[in-house]
């Protein structure tokens, strides 16, 4: 509900026990070690040097074998299947990391054989497709002709009109012959016998005729014999290939070590980072980091197993950019997280937004939303999600945010009477029927009184935005700027409220006075008071119309989304029964779709720009703790 | 000539400007879904995993097209409901006024097409760079849609005043 208070730390420890504190600390998983300050390297700490990159390598390899397993195996985990459940202790237990990467080495390399194998292959496949024009030839490939004879082994392109060739080089050299060995698409295939002394002019005319030597030629034996004995290489290969996959697949059984491996891994190269930020003198270490206040009481009883040395400071008031910062959530507004972190997190100075968005976005969301059939599927997924699913994260939180922004939808689809738009009326009347849910309010009809519940609802946000400003000058000891910041919002708005009403305008008129104050009061003559004071105005009184303004897409997207389901209700129903239930699915499909996405950005921006605008205080980074962090297993405590 | 464009003049206006709802939004689409299609299969051809997201990015550009027809149907209907209550002639007023109800739907969406097809070739390249930020991308693009939805709704509250 709040933002966590933060603790520097800084511990001296031995060095000789670094990795099991660091261990401890891991699974303690409340400390954040930072990167050490600058000014603090000198000749008597150094950076302390630690394996993070080996650990790396390992963990691709065992990844890369994990994949490997799980495509030679086609063995996949159904995409519900829940994680098992492991000892903590099991998972850090650094006992047989040496057989398992043996292990994922050994799969590795039967897959890279593998490959070698299928390269192997594809040069076979491809000798013998460029033998079979030549299977007819019953000459050996490297024949070179007799004492006085030679004989060219190639092609000419399929252009060429081999009857005239044969004619011209007949009449040009008549001791040679040409025989045609076959033809195909690309080429004539040839056996040039010529007498030696015809060499040099044969030569000649058959580049006219762009003949080039076979790329097999030299070869020994015949087209037919090296064809044969490539078969059966590739024969030999493929048997070979296959005994290699069997091996693969036969490791199946040991794919939960090597997920359990692969998790391990993950944790160890997130000790030998945190070892990496270390400073470390001969014989001791220096870790400097974030410590959440409330586990201050749990860090000492870990450290206290260690000869070392700790101590904890408040963090720098000054700096509040470089306090790491954790947000604490309930169950309603942790699913809020997902907006926070897709902005930015507060400042450490600033406010913990999550509570203070949780009635406003989902119900925007329904809002928009606005249909019982719509919300009952959205409010169905995120059960199916958080049941059967259990992911977690940002998964977990997205899963809350479809619970709460789907309740919030069929409560205003129970409001306007929507289930899948007016379904319900066309199916009663294929009955024979007349039947219409009822309504408290008609998108349709009562569309001006839905824009100014939009506005209204906007303008208790944005006061609510101010007001939270105003609370956090305070905090920083400004309760001049709070009353500033604040007041003359209000006195402006109840100002016009009583013009509006008829009483008096006098109100309004110090509002805009104030505004005019609190605007210019930070400029130093009185020209320049008034000058930015009347801009100020002038900026105030156009943000507030726009933001204000900008609530009108409530509205909106309320009626095009119940006005699309209605059309496709009405497509639909023109085509008896079974068209209606085609166009239903389709039509409801895709304005369901259109809507989820469109409804959600639109109520995230009035978050963003309008809400946001007038409080937030941007700018933390995300408290990192070093922890245990699994991506195939769940934990058990021991 | 006068008494055929009295009788029949309202309807073949009406039925024009619904016709253009249609056709131009269709067009705009077309050309939409067009752009980011294109720059789809550039990543298809390397990463053919990709299908399904890029799928989803190019139909995002092609519910103009459905906005468009959403308004020439109720267009129709309207002009037929009116021209039974009247004995089956449309008066060359009520002709304009439903014309000129589907032009906000036809300008808005035949132009805002394009313009989303481009950013959701935008968001292709985002898929293809940064894989776990593409959403993002999408989030643009309904920004765009936004525009359209408005020129939806002017169009329906319009023909349903006339």
């Given amino acids: 509900m709040a933002i966590v208070k933060m603790k520097k730390l800084r511990l001296l420890a031995i060095k000789s026990q670094r990795d099991e504190l660091l261990r401890r600390l ?199 014999e090296n064809t044969e004995s490539a078969e059966k290489k590739l024969a030999d290969l493929a048997k070979e290939r296959e005994a290699l996959t069997a091996a693969i697949a036969e490791k199946a059984p040991r794919r939960d070590e090597l997920k ?29 980091g974030w410590v959440p206040a409330e586990a201050e009481a749990k860090l000492g009883e870990t450290l206290s197993a260690f000869d070392c040395a700790w101590e904890t ?46 009635p406003f976005f989902p119900l925007y969301f329904g809002i928009m939303f606005a249909d019982l059939g719509y919300g009952l599927l959205l409010v169905l997924a995120g059960l199916f999600m958080k049941l059967k699913l259990k992911p977690r994260g940002t998964m977990n939180h997205f899963a809350g945010l479809m619970l709460e922004g789907g309740i919030m939808a069929m409560i205003f689809g129970a409001l306007t009477g929507g289930f899948f738009g007016d379904a319900l009326t066309w199916i009663a009347g294929f009955m024979g029927k007349e039947f219409s849910l009822p309504a408290l309010i008609d998108p349709m009809r009562d569309t001006t009184a839905i824009l100014i519940a939009s506005l209204v609802l906007g303008m208790i946000q944005l006061l609510t935005g101010v007001v939270v400003n105003g609370w956090l000058n305070l905090k920083d000891g400004n309760p001049g700027d709070a009353f500033w910041n604040v007041a003359p919002v209000f006195v402006v708005f109840a100002g016009l409220g009583l013009g509006v009403a008829g009483i008096t305008w006098i109100v309004a008129i110090v509002g805009v006075l104030m505004v005019i104050y609190a605007e210019g009061r930070a400029s130093g003559s009185i020209g320049g008071k008034i000058g930015s004071g009347l801009y100020g105005l002038y900026n105030f009184a156009s943000g507030w119309f726009g933001d204000i303004l900008s609530y009108s897409r409530l509205m909106a997207l309320m009626l095009a989304g119940s006005v699309v389901a209605q059309v496709f209700n009405s497509l639909g129903a023109m085509g008896g029964p079974l068209l209606f239930v085609v166009v239903f699915l389709i039509g409801h499909g895709l304005n369901i779709a259109l809507n989820l996405i469109g409804c959600f950005v639109h109520a995230l921006r009035l978050q963003y720009l309008e809400y946001f605008g007038k409080f937030y205080r941007e700018g933390g980074k995300a408290f990192a703790p070093l922890s245990v962090n699994t991506k195939y297993v769940d934990i058990k405590e021991d | 000539m006068n008494g055929f464009f009295a009788d029949f003049g309202g309807m073949a206006i009406g039925f024009l400007g619904a016709g253009l709802a249609a056709a131009i939004c269709c067009a705009g689409s077309a050309r939409g879904c067009g752009i980011a299609g294109e720059a789809g299969t550039g990543l298809m051809s390397e990463d053919p995993s990709s299908f399904s ?29 009116a021209m039974a209550a009247n004995g089956g002639a449309l008066s060359v007023e009520e002709g304009l006024k439903y014309a000129c109800a589907c032009l906000p739907m036809a300008i808005g969406g035949g132009i805002s097409a394009p313009a989303q097809g481009r950013v959701a070739a935008g968001t292709v390249n985002l898929l293809a760079k940064k894989p776990d930020d593409w959403f ?26 006339i």
């Fill in chain 1, 260 to 288: 359990l491996a692969v998790d391990h891994m993950s944790a160890r190269i997130a000790q030998a980072e945190a070892a990496g930020r270390l400073q470390s003198t001969e014989s001791t270490v220096v870790l400097e």
């Fill in chain 1, 26 to 224: 891991q699974l303690l998983g409340c400390v954040q070690v930072s990167e050490p300050e600058k000014t603090e390297e000198g000749p008597t700490l150094a950076r302390e040097r630690s394996d993070v990159l080996e650990c790396r390598e390992e963990h691709r390899e065992l990844t890369n074998a994990l994949a490997l397993l799980d495509r030679y195996t086609s063995a996949k985990d159904g995409l519900f299947a829940p994680r098992p459940l492991v000892q903590c202790s099991t998972l850090m237990d650094d006992a047989g990391e040496a057989e398992k990467l043996a292990f994922a080495r050994e799969i590795i390399d039967q897959d890279k054989e593998i490959k070698r194998i299928q390269a192997e292959e594809m040069d076979q496949r491809n000798a013998i497709e460029a033998l079979r024009p030549w299977l007819e030839l019953d000459l050996p490939l490297d024949y070179q002709g007799t004492k006085n004879t030679r004989a060219l082994i190639g092609g000419v392109p399929a252009a060429v009109d081999v009857g005239a060739m044969k004619q011209e080089l007949a009449a040009k050299c008549p001791c040679s012959e040409i025989y045609e060995i076959s033809n195909d698409r690309e080429q004539h295939c040839l056996l040039v016998l010529l007498h030696v002394s015809e060499q040099e002019a044969l030569t000649e005319a058959l580049h006219t005729y762009w003949f080039s030597p076979m790329a097999l030629a030299g070869t020994p034996g015949t087209a037919r």
């Fill in chain 1, 313 to 358: 400071a408040e963090p720098d008031p000054e700096k509040p950019e470089e306090v790491p910062i954790k947000l604490r959530s309930n169950a309603l507004t942790a699913p809020m997280n997902v907006l926070t972190e897709m902005y930015s997190l507060p400042a450490y100075n600033g406010v913990d937004p999550n509570p203070l968005m949780l």
């Fill in chain 2, 53 to 81: 997201k890029v799928m989803i990015i190019q139909v995002i550009p092609g519910t103009q097209g459905l906005y468009g027809f959403v308004v020439w149907f109720l267009a129709i209907t309207f002009m037929a409901n």
């Fill in chain 2, 136 to 161: 993002k991308g999408i989030m643009l693009c309904v920004v765009v849609e936004f525009y359209a939805i408005l020129s939806l709704l002017a169009s329906f509250i319009m023909l349903t005043r």
